[in-house]
């Protein structure tokens, strides 16, 4: 949805929404990057302390120095040869190992284009990235990032570094949000026009939108004129190999009602896999009043929205099945966040490392 028009208006659909200003300018996106960063810095130093680290643990332990030992010790630490040499017990000490590799899976669906308010979910997904971008950058691990669009898709390779994270930060903040010339009409060619065409009820493929589930159901006739979504295209495949085991694979998506992707199970066994959603106030619920008319680019059309038992319903159905299938992808409650485009994006992010910590402590 790009705009909203009067009740009894037949305005032509408006122009995609542009990107906006800290999105679409270089300079802005290092100042936002910068502002970002402050933010993440204070928070590390100030409330997260120890639970990113606790959350994010790395691949196991190695050996760090030898000490005296101390009663209570573990006597399998005991280092035979230092201890007859020197004449009394010394022990090996072993730290954790830290490096971790994070990969971001950024599904840039033309969805995340909607925003009732004055931010869409696309701005706020790519906050949250950043945000754990630059958790990453302050912790000294390997950062990388997979952008997906109907278009294609652009891999990074994980970085170390500062200046490398912010740079790779920088570049997928900068990128322009997928064309949504596709629902006006205009012909889709290529491999993913041959993808099966979604219907407008809630949990279509391209990303199934609320508010054009919430709509009339169209008449199959109305089925048939429809144009074909297509869908965005991550290398799963790829993504298998991208990175060493036990790194961590964070899919940040608008996650429509859908299948698990193929080699799904494959990517969950090899990785620590969490899914990162942002919702808009309508994706939770309706908003109640009078007739609104909405223009719904995915569909190319404008929709009328007038609160009906029926739409309210339909809404509420599609609600149900896309979080179900939300949980289906990451059962475990400590994998997967959703956050409202009203929330602050970094409290959430503390609010889920503090979660994953004490459910590690009590385990």
């Keep these: 949805m790009a705009g909203v028009a009067d009740p009894g208006c037949n305005p032509p ?16 996106q290092l100042a936002l990057l910068r502002r970002l960063e402050w933010r993440v810095r204070h928070a590390v130093a100030n409330v997260l302390s120890g639970e990113y680290r606790s959350a994010f643990r790395g691949r196991g332990m190695e050996f760090d120095q030898v000490v005296k030992y101390e009663f209570g010790d573990d006597v399998r630490d005991i280092d035979w040869n230092v201890t007859a040499r020197l004449g009394e017990p010394y022990r090996k000490k072993f730290v954790e190992e830290r490096e971790v590799t994070l990969l971001l899976v950024f599904e840039d669906a033309p969805s995340l284009q909607f925003g009732s308010s004055a931010l869409s979910k696309r701005e706020a997904l790519l906050e949250l990235a950043g945000l754990v971008m630059l958790l990453g950058a302050v912790n000294r691990d390997r950062v990388g990032y997979v952008h997906a669009t109907p278009q294609g898709y652009q891999v990074k390779e994980a970085v170390r570094g500062r200046g490398q994270i912010l740079h790779a930060a920088s570049t997928l903040l900068g990128a322009p949000p997928p064309p949504l010339d596709f629902g006006s009409g205009i012909a889709v060619t290529g491999t993913n026009a041959e993808m099966p065409k979604p219907p407008i009820l809630p949990g279509h493929e391209s990303g199934g939108d609320p508010i054009t589930a919430a709509a009339k159901t169209p008449s199959p006739r109305a089925r048939q004129s429809e144009i074909r ?119 959430a992010l503390v609010r889920f490392f503090h979660a994953r910590m004490r459910s590690r402590s009590r385990g």
């Excluded at 929404?17 to 270089?26: D, E, F, K, Y």
């Excluded at 029926?310 to 179900?324: F, Y």
């Excluded at 997967?336 to 602050?344: I, K, Q, S």
């Design 13 to 28: 659909p408006p122009p995609p929404l542009p990107a906006s200003p800290a999105i679409a300018n270089p300079q802005s």
């Design 229 to 347: 979504y297509p869908r965005c295209e991550i290398p799963w495949r790829l993504l298998a190999r991208a990175a060493p085991k036990h790194s961590i694979l964070i899919w940040l998506s608008d996650f429509p009602p859908r299948d698990a992707p193929d080699g799904w199970s494959v990517l969950q066994r090899r990785y620590q896999t969490m899914g990162f959603r942002v919702d808009d106030p309508w994706d939770r619920v309706l908003p109640p009043g009078e007739m609104i008319t909405a223009y719904d680019p995915l569909a190319g059309r404008l929709v009328n929205l007038d609160g009906s038992a029926g739409q309210r319903a339909a809404h509420a159905e599609w609600v149900g099945r896309r979080n179900g299938g939300f949980r289906a992808l990451f059962p475990d409650s400590l994998s997967r966040l959703a956050v409202g485009t009203e929330e602050p994006r970094l409290d």
